[in-house]
């Protein structure tokens, strides 16, 4: 009796998978051929705007629906969103302007003297003003002071020469033979160099002979072979088989001999 591969009112798509089957079945005796009530409950499987997954069983909704109780649901898109390709999250996104608010999208309100940002999900405050308690506040920069974007602090700083006295800028009293300092501790000032601060005004530093300022500049070394007495550089007195030490400050005997007291003498 000759193979009945379909019945006439079976969908196309049912009786294509039987005779691909038969066909399987006639080029490989020995395998079994799957009844044809197998395959349509394979093919029944898959819901209505769905697609089988490519790998492994199971499926997937297609792009603009959602699993639901095993069906595929179309996508709601609100009012004020778009559809997107993803098969994951809702399914939407909102435009511009307007951000996800209990499942829809509501528009973002900008408050006097903002902008909407660059996401199109927020807002920031003009230049001039910080954001606070939902609104922008305009911030009072006092005299002889400029603003500064800053999220954090006054929101300004002082001109230089002036140090922040609460509200205000103070202007910082600085003394002959000094400069201005714009760190916040201190008094604002500093000597130039070859000057030392006695209280509120800058000495010029008094350098012995045969001594040189140093390199902070506030104070003097004495030159080699000298070493500091008091005001003055005196010369160091070296021993007989004695040398000037890595500083020049001072002497240290030469090999072999030691140190004795103020001689060097052979051990």
Known sequence: MPLRTSAPNQPLTSRLCALGLAALFLAAPGLALPSLADT?????AVPENARANSYGSGWQCNPGFREADGACLAVV????????DSIF?????????YRVAEG???????????????????WRCDRGFRKG?????KVDVPENAYYVEATYGTGWQCNRGY???GDTCTKVKIPENAYFDDKSFGPGWKCERGFRPVGQSCEAVAIPANGFLDE???????????????????????PENAHLNFSGDAWECSRPYRRQQNRCVLP
Request: with cysteine; hydrophobic share 35%; proline share 6%.
């Open 163 to 165: 140090r922040p006295d």
């Open 77 to 84: 898109v609100p009012e004020n969103a778009y559809a997107t």
């Open 133 to 137: 308690s939902g609104a922008c506040r």
């Open 104 to 122: 829809a999208c509501a528009a973002i309100e900008i408050p006097p003297n903002a902008y909407l940002d660059s996401s199109g999900e927020s």
């Open 216 to 238: 902070r500049g506030d104070d003097w070394n004495c030159e080699r072979g000298f070493r500091a007495q008091g005001n003055a550089c005196v010369a160091i007195a070296l």
């Open 40 to 44: 349509q409950s394979t093919v029944a």
């Open 89 to 97: 999250g809702r399914g939407w996104n909102c435009v511009r302007g």
